[in-house]
């Protein structure tokens, strides 16, 4: 099938819309492909909580059959000093999660290393328990002296090894995950190409670029951190006049990075899992959060599980800009007629059962919202009639998301250009206390 003949039947409803956008059928294939081995697979993360003590932590998930002493598959990832990584695994069944320092540099556990295995409640090593509904699985651990990995498992992960290095064995399935890494915002991979491609490879998205929680500058207990959403097939560099602006004697910017083609409320509790992760370990008192187009959704989800689920008291403002809260039309139709579905769009279609989920709880009185929206008018069209060029107004200015905001905003600008929009900029910044420039 080639663009052009399927250009007739969807593809301009898509078109139409920077929120689904489509370059041919190659992205249909990639994302077919990425729905597969979604379906094929499962995800462990872990986070070894005391990595930051340790030099050169690696974290590893070996497929040990213990019946025939053989292990079928293996994969490893570098650790960072947040002490968070993952894998995605072909089978769900005897998986076991090992971590350790390689304290001499040879790139293998060695007997006196500090270690950690995931173990039963006895204390046994045992294989990692994955949600047979979620497919997921999420442990934590922590490296000691005393911890004796098996030897026979350590025997046959030599044999399953053999002469090739680490890198020709491993399974490459590996997820890297970065919590408080500080990023170079022009690298590559922050680029609005690979937010398109978070759109349409929800799967090797994170395999090949990564996942999580990014900062701009070392972390500073004196400044509060402002966390930036971007939208659907967007990429940190959107907020690039936001950073550009934003006070760096009161404020640290870091941002969210993840596969928009993902579910929505996966990554919501994926942003929900990091930020907790980061407070624990930087124990900062006070956080903001600032959210573009779909970007606002996720960032509902997670603050209603961090605040409302969770308790935690350090959200106190929050900020939306052009968000669909009530989803997008296309969303419908490309779940309707496209060759693959993103699996987003079932979430951004209108009126979702996400959409309904996130407005089923409050968060006026705890969390302030700040409501901002755009509209291009268009002949003597009422505002409700009127989009910003992508979203509706009407979809924009949802009943359920004005009501439980404590201000809202609305501006003559199209759904990208009103991040540079300098009284958006103003407005915001001053809903957060950065005041007047």
């Excluded at 663009?3 to 077919?32: D, E, I, W």
């Excluded at 989920?357 to 009639?385: A, I, T």
């Excluded at 009501?403 to 929009?421: C, Q």
């Amino acid at each position: 099938m080639t663009a052009h003949s399927f250009l007739p039947v969807v593809a301009r409803v898509l078109l139409a819309a920077a929120l689904l956008p489509l370059t041919g059928c190659a992205n249909f294939r990639k994302l077919g492909r990425d729905l597969k081995f979604i379906d094929e697979t499962s995800v462990i993360t872990c986070r070894i909580t005391n990595a930051d003590r340790f030099p050169r932590v690696y974290g590893l998930v070996i497929e040990w059959d213990r019946e025939t002493d053989k292990v079928l598959s293996a994969d490893f990832a570098k650790v960072g000093e947040i002490g968070v990584f993952g894998f995605f695994v072909e089978r769900a069944e005897n998986q076991y999660l090992i971590a350790f320092s390689d304290r001499n540099g040879n790139r293998i556990y060695d007997s006196g290393e500090p270690a950690w295995i995931h173990s039963d409640a006895s204390g046994a090593p045992a294989p990692v328990a994955i949600d047979p509904e979620t497919k997921k699985a999420r442990v934590s651990g922590s490296l000691s002296t005393t911890t004796k990995l098996p030897e026979d498992l350590l025997k046959a992960a030599r044999e399953f090894k053999g002469a090739r290095t680490a890198e020709e064995a491993a399974s490459g399935y590996r997820i890297p995950v970065d919590l408080g890494t500080i990023a170079d915002l022009d690298e590559p991979r922050f680029s609005s190409k690979t937010g398109s491609d978070g759109l349409w490879k929800p799967a090797s998205f994170p395999m090949e670029s990564g996942i999580g929680i990014y900062f701009l500058g070392k972390y500073d207990p004196k400044k509060t951190p402002v966390l930036f959403v971007y939208g659907a097939a967007g990429s940190p560099q959107d907020w690039r006049t936001f950073f550009e602006r934003i006070d760096r004697t009161k404020y640290q910017p870091w941002f969210y990075f993840y596969p928009t083609g993902a579910r929505l409320d996966q990554m919501g509790t994926a942003l929900n899992n990091g930020v907790q992760i980061l407070q624990a370990h930087y124990g900062f008192k006070k956080l903001h959060v600032v959210a573009h187009s779909m970007g606002g959704l996720v960032s509902r989800a997670f603050v209603v599980k961090n605040v409302i689920e969770d308790e935690q008291p350090y959200i106190q403002r929050f900020v939306t800009i052009s968000t669909p809260w009530q989803g997008h039309a296309a969303a419908q139709m490309g779940i309707d007629m496209a060759p693959s579905v993103v699996p987003s769009w079932y979430d951004m279609k209108t009126d979702s059962d996400f959409q309904k989920d996130v407005f089923s709880r409050r968060l006026k009185g705890r969390v302030d919202h700040l409501l901002v929206y755009g509209h291009v008018p268009k002949g003597n069209k009422p505002l409700e009639e009127q989009t910003d060029g992508t979203v509706a107004v009407k979809s924009e200015l949802s009943p359920a998301a004005v009501k439980d905001a404590v201000r809202v905003s609305g501006y003559e600008a199209d759904h990208v250009g009103i991040l540079s929009k300098d009284e958006v900029i103003r407005e915001v910044f001053g809903f957060l206390g950065q005041g007047a420039e």
